[in-house]
């Protein structure tokens, strides 16, 4: 079975320092995706990225970058010159596209950031 | 803009009361997903269905049910709440349940007494 794993149940950061949220995963499918997820105090979850198996790619988007490593299974999450709004619990997630209706969508216990003015 | 929307974003109920939390999406998405998010858990999902009337257990099924009459309203229902079920409840929609983003909605977030 697929497994996430977020080894950093808490990050404090001071603003403007970059951070690096870890995320490691399991799976014995060669296709999958994962994915990242932002959840502010507000509480709803906001789609980041999606990145499937076959493209090991590093992605930047503005002051976010995501770095892919099939080796190592790692699907790690920078965030360069951090500011107060980073602030929230972010969720890394996988999921084998050969399984049934996305029931083994599986998320990771979530990271808390918090970024200290 | 897309949308999810939970009925209630706070509700208190006492144990043995029954529960209904509803959730609707405008993105006319086969897939919707009711999850439950725990402290250090993360999310772990409860029923999900991938069309009206059609319901699939998850992770952790034991004292909810559901229901999908129309395509865009899915109902979480707690026929007798208890104080183990005290969590937030996140209902999420997807075009593709597999390579798909999830949409969420804001979460509803029970205390049972």
């Known amino acids: 079975a697929q497994k996430v794993t977020q080894a950093q149940t808490e990050i404090s950061v001071v603003e403007k320092e970059d951070v690096t949220l870890d995320c490691v995963y399991e799976?014995?499918?060669?296709?999958?995706?994962l994915f990242w997820y932002k959840q502010p105090p507000s509480g709803e979850l906001v789609f980041l990225i999606r990145r499937n198996s076959f493209d090991e790619q590093n992605e930047i988007s503005g002051r976010y970058s995501w770095n892919f490593q099939k080796s190592t299974s790692s699907f790690n999450f920078t965030i360069t010159a951090s500011q107060v709004v980073d602030s929230a619990v972010y969720f890394c997630?996988?999921?084998?596209?050969?399984?049934?209706?996305?029931?083994?969508?599986?998320f990771g216990p979530g990271t808390r950031l918090s970024v200290l003015p | 803009d897309v949308k999810v929307t939970q009925s209630s974003r706070y509700l208190v109920k006492r144990t043995g009361e029954k529960v209904f939390l509803e959730c609707v999406q405008d993105m006319d998405h086969e897939n919707m997903f009711w999850y439950r998010q725990d402290p250090g858990l993360g999310l772990r999902l409860i029923y999900f269905s991938y069309d009206v009337k059609m319901k699939e257990k998850g992770d952790i099924p034991e004292g909810y049910s559901v229901s999908r009459e129309k395509k865009e309203r899915f109902s979480l229902i707690l026929e007798s709440a208890s104080t183990n079920q005290t969590s937030m409840y996140l209902c999420?929609?997807?075009?593709?349940?597999?390579?798909?983003?999830?949409?969420f909605g804001e979460g509803s977030r029970l205390t049972v007494l």
């Open positions: 997630a996988l999921s084998e596209a050969e399984d049934n209706y996305g029931q083994n969508f599986v």
């Open positions: 999420a929609s997807t075009l593709n349940p597999n390579t798909g983003e999830l949409f």
């Open positions: 799976t014995r499918d060669t296709t999958y995706y």
